[in-house]
């Protein structure tokens, strides 16, 4: 009788101890994987407030500049409220500036500008928006200082021009269109994008340029271009091109620029950096 009752007891410790360790892991494996998602949304919404601190500062600089919140008069505001829109800064974001500009606020940034020579022959050109100079100096030169780049000036390798990148559903057929409408729209010249991973859709992505005042107008005409055109805006802005194309450039010297240009756009104060390989 008492060999009976003791038998079946160690079946069932085991299964007790089997359910509790079974059930466990469930728990722990849930847990991580929150862990995981909070910390990417983390980074996700730090990079928007970063994103968004940059247009906040680029709106108040340009009405600052052009001296209106009113883009119908000021080109400047009219080409960083595009590209805020391209880059999904929400619209209740961008009335906020706006108002704060109209309000009195955050009219105290400063946009500057600086030149450096990287790897002895590589211009790079970096635009930032500030209301501390000593502080966005010194990161900047941190940067590059730190990728064995050096303050010098380098504008004689670009010149300013207005950039409206488009893409053509059919090159092919259509390149002859686009570049006569492009010129009697005010555009300089019409030209292949340059080199970019993706060899297949380089093939149909080209850049109209123009002067910088002509930027809003050149990008109005190509919104309001013939159907048949098929052309697709990708991006407008004013930057610096390079005069001269690289014909061949060792691939760590990519890499060290690409780095370094990441590294110089993860600075708060730096709304753009242009290079020569660019």
Request: hydrophobic share 40%; net charge negative; proline share 4%.
């Amino acid at each position: 009788m008492f060999q009976l009752l003791l038998r079946p007891s160690r079946p069932l410790l085991q299964l007790a101890l089997s359910r509790s360790f079974f059930t466990q892991s469930p728990r722990l494996s849930g847990h991580n994987k929150w862990s995981k998602i909070k910390d990417k949304k983390g980074a996700n919404d730090a990079q928007k407030s970063a994103l968004y601190t940059k247009i906040n500062r680029e709106i108040a600089v340009a009405v600052k500049t052009g001296g209106s919140v009113d883009p119908e008069k000021n080109i400047q505001l009219v080409t960083v409220l595009k590209k805020a829109k391209e880059l999904g800064v929400p619209k209740d974001n961008v009335e906020k500036a706006l108002a704060n500009c109209v309000k009195g606020k955050d009219q105290t940034g400063e946009k500057l500008v600086y030149e450096a020579l990287a790897y002895k022959a590589v211009g790079v050109v970096i635009e930032c928006v500030t209301d501390n100079t000593n502080r966005t100096i010194h990161n900047v030169r941190e940067v590059l200082t730190s990728h064995g780049a050096h303050m010098t000036p380098v504008n004689f390798m670009f010149s300013r021009r207005g950039c409206v990148t488009v893409s053509l559903d059919d090159p092919a057929e259509q390149l002859d269109g686009l570049m006569g409408f492009a010129i009697q729209s005010g555009a300089l010249d019409v030209d292949e994008a340059p080199e970019a991973e993706d060899a297949s859709e380089l093939e149909s992505i080209f850049q109209l340029f123009c002067e910088p005042q002509s930027l809003a107008a050149l990008e109005d005409a190509v919104e309001n271009a013939p159907s048949d055109l098929k052309i697709t805006i990708k991006s407008a802005e004013v930057a610096y091109m390079p005069n001269e194309r690289f014909p061949s450039v060792e691939d760590d010297v990519k890499k060290g620029v690409k780095d370094l240009k990441e590294d110089l756009e993860a600075i708060d104060d730096v709304s753009r950096v242009w290079t020569s390989l660019d």
